[in-house]
């Protein structure tokens, strides 16, 4: 057996497993309880970094867990190990925390919980694109990155549009997080061709679905309840790729290879994960104080994949159902894919990116803050009764700033993403529109821009018009406006 995993650099002096330790189980651990014995728990990720499984994953939400890396890192230093392991952390902030100041706190949050001087790797997470909040928040990262307060910057359940437009503007993205497994292959199709193009990298989490794929659930009938938040997030992606009676195939075909390589199920399954072009790493969930995945794990760097164990899986993949979307989208639009399931409730609750103001009796209005808007006297948007009319918009980002220049598919998400914030400002939804017009420099692009609007309308399906204008004011390519009706209530 490997006496140690194999490693792989992430950016310039970064380097970890290819399998990291993700610590998202310490808040279900912790759920309804205390808090876990920080110097107790500690003492388990030591023994994950002296395996050589010295790269952890998590996030400011997951319980105590950078508290327990904090403690686990001091520890390490003082043995005088010359690399005290690399934590990886995100900071996943509501929309109104994207000034400057307020990124700087959280940042530093991270920081002072990890006791740390530089974040290894800072992951963003953020809830809704149509705030444009994000930018800003990813200029705070680039300008901390830049004092050495953050050593490499990533995100975490970005899809493809947003992850090619950061790209695009230039920002220093080394990782994107996402679900991928054997059950979710999303990011397998143009996620990884985004990646292999820029030299961003896949951290794979999801990989073992929760615990789901391992002999354990084999031959086993479905269960009528599962109890931990991992399980209860990954029964619904079972479901979403068509429910027990495939997965089981899948667990089948798993097996045989398994067998074939005297390997467990969970190392083929991660086997498979790491072999995908684009992924560096894999992240497996570590129930720190239960038990460890350590020495099985290991097993997982003594074998490839041949021809016929892909042929057997792919048989299996043939009878699911794909998860629908790309990734990220199950924290954004049905079906949620999350252990609390819809998240609708929690969207809603997140600040409106404008406020309206009332012109008169049921005619109400927005304004972006653009430069032109006050130079020619128009409205953002307008609602009349149940109609709500969405200006002609370009990617201006806060009073002035272009957006994707020079890239209409670029472009074209800003501007969609405004689009959709206009009309949720107004009490409507981006399912209301029935009308948009596109107005382009040059017609030859279309394709860039049909393909984002295509995405963004799938099962709206509005009536459309593209047309091929002499020119736009300001750095820009491509100008949308829509129309929405919202449902009387």
Same mark, same amino acid.
């Given at each position: 057996?490997?006496?140690?995993?194999?490693?792989?650099?992430?950016?310039?002096?970064?380097?970890?497993?290819?399998?990291?330790?993700?610590?998202?189980?310490?808040?279900?651990?912790?759920?309804?309880?205390?808090?876990?014995?920080?110097?107790?728990?500690?003492?388990?990720?030591?023994?994950?970094?002296?395996?050589?499984?010295?790269?952890?994953?998590?996030?400011?939400?997951?319980?105590?867990?950078?508290?327990?890396?904090?403690?686990?890192?001091?520890?390490?230093?003082?043995?005088?190990?010359?690399?005290?392991?690399?934590?990886?952390?995100?900071?996943?902030?509501?929309?109104?925390?994207?000034?400057?100041?307020?990124?700087?706190?959280?940042?530093?949050?991270?920081?002072?919980?990890?006791?740390?001087?530089?974040?290894?790797?800072?992951?963003?997470?953020?809830?809704?694109?149509?705030?444009?909040?994000?930018?800003?928040?990813?200029?705070?990262?680039?300008?901390?990155?830049?004092?050495?307060?953050?050593?490499?910057?990533?995100?975490?359940?970005?899809?493809?549009?947003?992850?090619?437009?950061?790209?695009?503007?230039?920002?220093?993205?080394?990782?994107?997080?996402?679900?991928?497994?054997?059950?979710?292959?999303?990011?397998?199709?143009?996620?990884?061709?985004?990646?292999?193009?820029?030299?961003?990298?896949?951290?794979?989490?999801?990989?073992?679905?929760?615990?789901?794929?391992?002999?354990?659930?084999?031959?086993?009938?479905?269960?009528?309840?599962?109890?931990?938040?991992?399980?209860?997030?990954? *029964?619904?992606? +079972?479901? &979403?790729?068509?429910? /027990? =009676?495939?997965?089981? @195939?899948?667990?089948? %075909?798993?097996?045989?290879?398994?067998?074939?390589?005297?390997?467990?199920?969970?190392?083929?399954?991660?086997?498979?994960?790491?072999?995908?072009?684009?992924?560096?790493?894999?992240?497996?969930?570590?129930?720190?104080?239960?038990?460890?995945?350590?020495?099985?794990?290991?097993?997982?760097?003594?074998?490839?994949?041949?021809?016929?164990?892909?042929?057997?899986?792919?048989?299996?993949?043939?009878?699911?159902?794909?998860?629908?979307?790309?990734?990220?989208?199950?924290?954004?639009?049905?079906?949620?894919?999350?252990?609390?399931?819809?998240?609708?409730?929690?969207?809603?609750?997140?600040?409106?990116?404008?406020?309206?103001?009332?012109?008169?009796?049921? *005619?109400?209005? +927005?304004? &972006?803050?653009?430069? /032109? =808007?006050?130079?020619? @006297?128009?409205?953002? %948007?307008?609602?009349?009764?149940?109609?709500?009319?969405?200006?002609?918009?370009?990617?201006?980002?806060?009073?002035?700033?272009?957006?994707?220049?020079?890239?209409?598919?670029?472009?074209?998400?800003?501007?969609?993403?405004?689009?959709?914030?206009?009309?949720?400002?107004?009490?409507?939804?981006?399912?209301?529109?029935?009308?948009?017009?596109?107005?382009?420099?040059?017609?030859?692009?279309?394709?860039?821009?049909?393909?984002?609007?295509?995405?963004?309308?799938?099962?709206?399906?509005?009536?459309?018009?593209?047309?091929?204008?002499?020119?736009?004011?300001?750095?820009?390519?491509?100008?949308?406006?829509?129309?929405?009706?919202?449902?009387?209530?």
């Amino acid at each position: 057996m490997a006496k140690h995993p194999d490693r792989i650099e992430l950016a310039p002096g970064l380097t970890v497993p290819r399998v990291l330790t993700g610590l998202w189980q310490v808040a279900d651990l912790e759920r309804g309880g205390a808090p876990l014995d920080v110097d107790a728990a500690s003492d388990a990720l030591i023994a994950y970094a002296e395996a050589g499984f010295d790269g952890f994953d998590m996030a400011d939400h997951y319980g105590s867990a950078e508290l327990i890396a904090g403690r686990a890192r001091q520890k390490l230093i003082e043995r005088d190990r010359e690399t005290p392991a690399r934590f990886f952390t995100k900071w996943c902030p509501e929309p109104d925390q994207s000034t400057p100041q307020a990124v700087r706190a959280g940042v530093q949050e991270r920081l002072d919980r990890l006791a740390m001087d530089r974040i290894d790797l800072l992951q963003l997470h953020w809830w809704t694109f149509h705030h444009p909040g994000w930018i800003d928040v990813m200029d705070a990262f680039m300008a901390l990155k830049a004092e050495g307060l953050i050593g490499a910057i990533g995100v975490t359940n970005f899809d493809t549009d947003h992850l090619h437009l950061l790209l695009n503007e230039g920002y220093e993205i080394a990782t994107n997080q996402v679900s991928f497994s054997v059950v979710d292959r999303r990011a397998a199709g143009e996620m990884a061709a985004l990646c292999r193009e820029s030299g961003v990298k896949l951290l794979a989490y999801g990989t073992l679905c929760g615990g789901f794929l391992s002999e354990r659930w084999l031959g086993q009938g479905d269960p009528d309840a599962v109890a931990d938040w991992s399980k209860m997030k990954y *029964r619904r992606f +079972i479901d &979403s790729a068509g429910g /027990w =009676e495939p997965f089981q @195939g899948l667990l089948s %075909a798993l097996d045989t290879t398994a067998k074939r390589h005297d390997v467990s199920i969970a190392n083929v399954a991660t086997r498979w994960v790491i072999e995908t072009e684009g992924v560096a790493c894999a992240i497996v969930g570590a129930r720190i104080t239960e038990r460890q995945h350590r020495d099985d794990t290991l097993a997982l760097f003594d074998f490839a994949l041949t021809e016929a164990d892909r042929a057997e899986l792919d048989a299996a993949f043939a009878k699911m159902t794909p998860i629908p979307g790309d990734c990220g989208d199950e924290y954004r639009k049905p079906p949620y894919l999350t252990a609390s399931g819809d998240l609708s409730h929690h969207l809603d609750t997140l600040p409106k990116v404008y406020d309206p103001a009332e012109m008169k009796p049921g *005619r109400w209005r +927005i304004s &972006s803050g653009s430069v /032109w =808007e006050g130079i020619c @006297g128009f409205s953002r %948007a307008t609602r009349v009764g149940d109609r709500i009319l969405v200006s002609g918009t370009t990617a201006t980002h806060g009073s002035g700033r272009a957006i994707g220049a020079g890239d209409v598919r670029s472009q074209t998400v800003y501007i969609l993403d405004k689009i959709a914030a206009a009309i949720e400002a107004l009490g409507g939804a981006l399912d209301d529109v029935v009308r948009t017009r596109i107005y382009m420099c040059d017609a030859s692009d279309w394709e860039a821009a049909s393909r984002v609007h295509g995405r963004v309308f799938d099962g709206i399906l509005p009536a459309n018009t593209l047309i091929e204008i002499a020119d736009l004011v300001g750095d820009y390519d491509i100008e949308i406006e829509a129309e929405a009706v919202v449902p009387s209530t």
